[in-house]
């Protein structure tokens, strides 16, 4: 399977993890059998096991997922010549060969994913022969189960069968495992979460960005929309719900995190913590998301910081004219979630750029902010609520709730009475409230919508490069949108260490 580095690292738990709850700095040069001592040992493993996400929330996941959709697209900057592993992945022209592929961004996120499980794994095999406080144990236990099936979870959605850890790897011999069939990743994921909603306490006892109940809670409930189990989702969701933990916050632009404040609100039941500053614990996605090239005079309104630098290269994550068309008029969303910046260095005629504005705030120093990334919120509870019910037949039900969400975003209720009408409005509604939170590509992929919808995008894109940023006399390459499917191929890298994919 994996290089065996990959689950080595583990043992010296060497990164410190997220803001006001993951402030032990870790000791280096320790062993798995000399570490776990006590419950600040475990407490610390637990931060360590956080920490991947932030790489795969600044890096990776808008990337395999938002950019994989029809929300966003990369600016196409001729000047700075191919970029290929991106451009692949956003054209659905990944190559591939015998399941297996080459591109560097799927191997960083097979990679990270399996960082959480074999931290999570070490921790899990050993905390129990350790004594100390039982409610402490739990907490810590069930968020290393949280973890573990989230990243089990991201890999299933993203390659269907991989290989299944669930003890450390000491030898080279058990990292090569055979591909658990995606049935058999979904058992023990399900498994996992929901042993850790057993352990976890709610929010309001929990320390401040650590998963709890609600979180756990969220997470299988998302499975189960997955695998389309209604009713079991509709029990998980109105727990949420009933729990008194969680609410809708008034103003949609109030919902996202600042660099420094707004963190873990009454809406959020779940985010990757990030913090501005000096101890690498910051996140710099709004540069990525940036069109270019950019100078500092261009960005520096949309940052505010203080020593503003230019950006060349190729800019990503810009939202399609299909996103911007998705927003009904008068929709609060729209101007939230969505502004605009003239880059006067285009080659295009047209030097005007949409950008996501929900993720544009302002922060002290280039390439540092400490904006956190949302995972699950309020708003998403109250959507997956209303699917649930409305796939049960209870239409009147749902509606309910999807005018909770319509209303807060100024609109008037919404007109669809029949099942079949109500579920395309939720497919919408879902795609303009999440737009840019890397909800639309899984949307599409459980609706089992890849080819309708991506197949009509690709068509569109390629007969108007112009509206999808490419420069005037310029198009898109000749193998775009010649691959889409729903599954990723699994990484070469890791292929070449296995007999067994």
């Known amino acids: 399977m994996k290089k065996i580095n990959i689950f080595i690292v583990l043992l010296g738990i060497m990164t410190s993890s997220c803001e006001e709850f993951l402030t032990l700095t870790p000791e280096t040069a320790l062993s798995s059998a000399t570490f776990y001592k006590t419950e600040a040992d475990f407490e610390q493993a637990v931060n360590a096991t956080y920490a991947p996400l932030r790489s795969i929330a600044d890096d990776r996941s808008w990337l395999l997922s938002e950019m994989r959709s029809d929300n966003t697209i990369y600016a196409r900057n001729i000047n700075f010549g191919a970029t290929e592993q991106q451009e692949d992945i956003s054209d659905h022209a990944l190559p591939d060969a015998q399941g297996i592929t080459s591109n560097g961004h799927v191997l960083s996120q097979y990679r ?26 739990a907490n810590l236990k069930g968020q290393a189960l949280f973890l573990r099936g989230y990243a089990y979870y991201e890999l299933a959605r993203y390659f269907g069968g991989v290989p299944l850890h669930l003890t450390p790897v000491t030898t080279r011999e058990e990292a090569a495992l055979p591909v658990t069939p995606e049935e058999g990743i979904y058992n023990q994921l399900i498994s996992d979460i929901q042993t850790s909603i057993s352990l976890l306490p709610v929010r309001s006892n929990q320390g401040v960005g650590r998963a709890s109940k609600g979180a756990a809670q969220m997470l299988l409930a998302d499975v189960y929309i997955t695998q389309k189990k209604w009713a079991e989702a509709e029990s998980l969701l109105k727990a949420i719900v009933n729990s008194g933990e969680y609410e809708l916050i008034a103003n949609y632009e109030d919902v996202f995190s600042e660099s420094v404040g707004n963190k873990n609100n009454i809406e959020s039941l779940f985010e990757v913590q990030f913090l501005e500053g000096p101890e690498g614990m910051n996140g710099n996605f709004l540069y990525s998301f940036m069109p270019r090239p950019i100078t500092p005079d261009e960005l520096q309104p949309i940052t505010g910081t203080s020593n503003t630098q230019g950006l060349d290269g190729e800019g990503n994550n810009i939202p399609t004219p299909d ?96 099942q079949a009408e109500m579920r395309e409005a939720i497919f919408k509604e879902r795609r303009v409230e999440f737009a840019f939170e890397n909800k639309r590509w899984f949307d599409i992929t459980r609706a089992d919508r890849v080819q309708e919808i991506i197949g009509a995008f690709g068509q569109k894109a390629l007969a108007n490069p112009l509206d999808y940023y490419y420069p005037d006399g310029h198009t898109f390459r000749s193998n775009a949108f010649t691959n889409i499917t729903k599954y990723y191929a699994l990484p070469a890298s890791e292929a070449e260490i296995t007999p067994h994919f």
């Open 112 to 137: 990270q994913d399996f960082l959480i499980i074999a931290r999570a794994n070490q921790i899990l095999s050993v905390i129990d022969e350790v004594e100390f406080d039982e409610t402490s144990k």
């Open 323 to 418: 996103v911007i068309a998705a927003f009904e008029d008068g929709d609060k969303r729209m101007d939230a979630s969505i502004a605009y910046v003239e880059i006067a260095g285009s080659d295009r005629d047209y030097k005007v750029y949409p950008y996501i504005k929900k993720f544009a705030k302002h922060h002290e120093l280039n390439g540092n902010h400490g904006i956190n990334w949302p995972i699950y919120r309020y708003a998403e509870v109250l959507l997956f609520l209303a699917e649930s019910l409305n796939e049960q037949g209870k239409t009147t039900e749902a509606a309910a709730l999807i005018n909770e969400i319509r209303n807060r975003a100024g609109l008037d209720a919404t007109a669809a009475s029949s």
